[in-house]
């Protein structure tokens, strides 16, 4: 059979994912991306001469993005230059800091140093954990097309690994007996958008995967990952159309048969891949009626992750603190309650605040700097105007508490450029639903079969990609549902997925 046509509908890391590796493999692939760059979430954002990653700023994982260039015929290194991080992260609680290192014997010593009587624990941690992603991760490389599919040996083999009733704060409690230490190991549920109180407790894979695998910076930032999956996608012979909106998925009995874009052209394909954030995709790109599961109703009753607000700010100076820190809130539980429970903006936040120039000058002139300061809060279901006087409020409250929490005194002497980012913008201008920018929860009812599914179940030939689809949010699960639709596509052409 003759290879097809593959149109892709935004141009974020999921569909990069797939249209890199489906354009290696012989197929004629269009992405359409509504913004003039590439990236979605993923892009840089560029203010002045200083250079931000909207989103991601933690590459963990590296393997797999390893891989994926691998099945392109290339190697990562070539395209990208990752630095290792360590210390990890720095973590500024009210009456200590301490820094976070992927090298286990640093790491337990700084533990004795602050919390004495948890010796051999990070060990144990690692050597348990490690047991459980060595289950868990086929399960997260493989589709989920029907309710056989759970009843796959690596999928049955998982469940006594998924700490059933039990959330991560629970489960981190088998390795630690402090409070702060728990959250150093913990907190990471708010990668995924989530409480710890509420994150299942088998999501322990992510502080292992921190400390087992380290976490890196790419030089650039980021966004230079999406940049050059999109640089492949056209050495490849794929196109790209940036500034190109798609208004519709074409859909004739059942199937999707093409796209069509905002400014009336029809584009047919024999196969279609969505990218855009999924909830947003169900509720805008249909015509009513075409979608049942996942008709707007039934997408208002599921659970989503928290939003932030983002601060981007170009400053005159340099500062020595560490590339990532987190700050904590004052009353941690009482702040997790506000985002998720009570949905209200906390005067007491918890701030990340990350300082890319200590490792890469080059986002910032000479002796200058470009902080990226993120507060985790509500989504648009809290009752709040994102108006600028409230945007004003929120972003002179949140350098009020670094200004008094850090060593970051006079940051606001010293900027040059500034923009924010609301849950509203993360809805308006990113097309992110309710503007939870982790997208759909990762709570266990939609998790693996129960989550959005790479072969969308509602259409023929219709593919879903990217953090709201299986296997879930955060880059490299991102990238493995691009290599999970590509090879479902490779398949229905019979064709094989390795090179
Ligand atoms: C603030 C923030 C911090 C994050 N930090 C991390 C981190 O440190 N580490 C990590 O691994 N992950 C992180 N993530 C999560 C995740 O990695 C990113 O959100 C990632 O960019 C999501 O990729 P995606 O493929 O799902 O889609 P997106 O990045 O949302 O891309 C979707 C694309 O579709 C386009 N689109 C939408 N509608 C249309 C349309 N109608 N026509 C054409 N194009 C359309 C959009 O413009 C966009 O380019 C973070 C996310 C955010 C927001």
């Known amino acids: 059979m003759s290879k097809g046509k593959v149109v892709v ?15 290696t493999r012989g197929f004629e692939v269009q992405v359409f991306e509504k913004e003039p760059v590439l990236g979605g979430r993923n892009a840089a954002l560029k203010l002045g001469d200083y250079t931000f990653d909207i989103g991601p700023t933690f590459f963990m994982m590296k393997f797999i993005l390893d891989q994926i260039f691998k099945e392109t015929g290339r ?17 500024q609680f009210e009456d200590r800091e301490i820094y976070i290192s992927s090298d286990t014997e640093k790491m337990q010593a700084e533990i004795d140093r602050h919390f004495p009587g948890n010796e051999g624990a990070v060990q144990n941690f690692l050597s348990r954990e490690e047991k459980r992603l060595k289950k868990l991760l086929p399960c997260l490389q493989r589709p989920y097309s029907s309710w056989t599919d759970l009843l796959a040996p690596e999928v049955l083999q998982l469940l006594p690994r998924l700490s059933l009733g039990r959330s991560l704060f629970d489960v981190l409690g088998d390795y630690f007996s402090e409070e702060q230490l728990k959250l150093s190991f913990t907190f990471q549920a708010k990668y995924l958008g989530m409480s710890p109180w509420e994150c299942p407790g088998a999501f322990a894979i992510i502080p292992f995967i921190e400390h087992n695998f380290g976490i890196y910076h790419i030089q650039g930032g980021l966004n230079q990952i999406s940049e ?25 009995e059942k199937r999707a048969c093409g796209v069509e874009l905002e400014d009336g052209t029809r584009v047919e394909a024999d196969k279609v891949i969505i990218n855009a954030d999924f909830a947003h995709a169900m509720n805008e790109l249909f015509d009513p009626g075409v979608l049942k599961k996942y008709n707007s109703q039934a997408l208002e009753r599921k659970k989503y992750s928290c939003s932030t607000f983002m ?24 702040n997790v309650d506000d985002i998720f429970k009570n949905f209200k903006l906390s005067d007491d936040m918890s701030i990340y605040i990350q300082n890319p120039t200590i490792t890469d000058p080059g986002l910032a002139p000479a002796g200058h700097s470009a902080l990226y300061i993120l507060v985790p809060i509500a989504n648009r279901q809290a009752p709040v ?38 849950p509203l913008n993360w809805e308006q ?19 693996l079969y129960f989550r959005p599914r790479n072969r969308f179940e509602e259409l023929d030939d219709c593919f879903l990609v990217g953090g709201g689809t299986n296997p879930g949010s955060g880059l490299p699960t991102i990238y493995e549902s691009g ?11 019979n064709l094989p997925y390795d090179l």
């Open 75 to 91: 190697q990562a290194e070539d395209y990208l230059d990752f630095k290792l991080l360590d210390p990890m992260y720095r973590l």
């Open 429 to 447: 201008d990113f097309s992110v639903y309710r503007g939870a920018t982790f997208n759909l929860g990762h709570n266990l009812s939609q998790m």
């Open 228 to 252: 050059m999956m999109g640089k492949i996608v056209q050495e490849e012979g794929g196109q790209i159309h940036t500034s190109t909106p798609v208004s519709k998925i074409m859909v004739k």
């Open 311 to 334: 601060l981007y700010l170009g400053l005159d100076r340099e500062y020595d603190i560490n590339h990532h820190n987190i700050v904590f809130a004052r009353n941690y539980r009482e």
């Open 385 to 422: 105007e994102w108006n600028e006087q409230q945007v004003k409020y929120y972003r002179d409250l949140v350098l009020q508490t670094i200004k008094e929490k850090t060593s970051l005194k006079d940051i606001e002497e010293h900027i040059v450029q500034e923009k924010a980012i609301t």
């Open 483 to 493: 290599r999970i639709a590509t090879r479902l596509i490779c398949s229905d052409y």
């Open 9 to 23: 509908v935004g141009a974020g890391p999921g569909g990069l994912t797939s249209a890199m590796l489906l354009a």
